[in-house]
């Protein structure tokens, strides 16, 4: 496969399931009527921060593809954080399972940690692509902690 066609599929894939994942909530979304704790950001920009983000893990991911450098312990992390990452928001918002989502989205962290270790042992530009995510996935954290004890 040409890497072009690599850097293509690896960006899509998480642009399109976070795409989906984006319509299935659309209509649950509550975001504006919660309280939110200090430093919430305005909802306008968590589209934007999860393209970019999604970007840079498919980019990330392409790097490591490009340069042969996947196997199935790199796979078996990074889709698994994927999955983790696209119910989140199904959890919190579809469901109402604010403290769930918590403990979820501690989950994602972990994974993501790891994913970022185990990257960056491969290439370190891919390792450092996902830092943005991890850093983006702990702010996360707070603000679904942050929301559940103000709103229950």
Known sequence: MSKIKIYAKSILIPLILGGIV??????AIDYNELQKPFLSPPSILFP????????????????????????????????????INLLW????????W???????????????FNM???????NKLSGL?????????LFASYLNLFIYL???
Do not use: C, H
């Open 22 to 27: 984006g319509l299935i909530i659309s209509g």
């Open 48 to 83: 934007i921060v999860w393209t970019i983000l999604y970007i840079l893990m498919g980019v990330s991911y392409g790097i490591l593809q490009a340069n042969a450098q996947v196997d199935g312990e790199i796979n078996i992390i990074y889709y698994l954080q994927l999955l």
């Open 89 to 96: 928001p199904i959890l919190f918002f579809v469901l109402d």
């Open 98 to 112: 604010r403290l769930f989502s918590f403990i979820w989205i501690l989950l994602l962290v972990i994974l993501v």
């Open 116 to 122: 970022v270790i185990k990257f960056y042992k491969r």
């Open 129 to 137: 692509l996902q830092v943005p995510y991890l850093l983006w996935t």
């Open 150 to 152: 103000l709103n229950r």
